[in-house]
Nanobody, 129 residues
Framework: EVQLQASGGGLVQAGGSLRLSCAAS????????IGWFRQAPGKEREEVAC????????VYADSVKGRFTISSDNAKKTVYLQMNSLKPEDTAVYYC??????????????????????RGQGTLVTVSS
């Protein structure tokens, strides 16, 4: 059974940084895609970023492009989301989802909702103004 555990959230002032981690278990860390979503109170789930191991490519939502960076450490079976220049509108519960299989690849941000599955325990990010 695939389990995804997000961590690293917290309270930070606007302009600050946080690094989130998504640790995967029950998961063979080859041929996969792992992405981050977020959901703020009263709002719909929003795609944030995704990493595809097939070619190491990444996709980012326009709202975070240039500020957030997604990366993967295969040895630790962990995907990270480095978040810089945080804004109050980044406040949300962040969680990760995954897909595994030969050739699995996320080409666009909208494809994240189609390709990725599961929702592990999220981590709360609060950005104060």
């Amino acid at each position: 059974e695939v389990q995804l555990q997000a961590s690293g959230g917290g309270l930070v002032q606007a302009g600050g940084s946080l690094r989130l981690s998504c640790a995967a278990s029950g998961f063979t860390f080859t041929d996969y895609a792992i992405g981050w979503f977020r959901q703020a109170p009263g709002k719909e789930r929003e795609e944030v970023a995704c990493f595809s191991s097939t070619d190491g490519s990444t996709v980012y939502a326009d709202s975070v492009k240039g500020r957030f960076t997604i990366s993967s450490d295969n040895a630790k079976k962990t995907v990270y989301l480095q978040m810089n220049s945080l804004k109050p509108e980044d406040t949300a519960v962040y969680y990760c989802s995954a897909a595994q299989g030969v050739g699995v690849h996320v080409h666009t941000v909208p494809a994240m909702k189609i390709v990725l599955h599961g929702r592990g325990q999220g981590t709360l990010v609060t950005v104060s103004s």
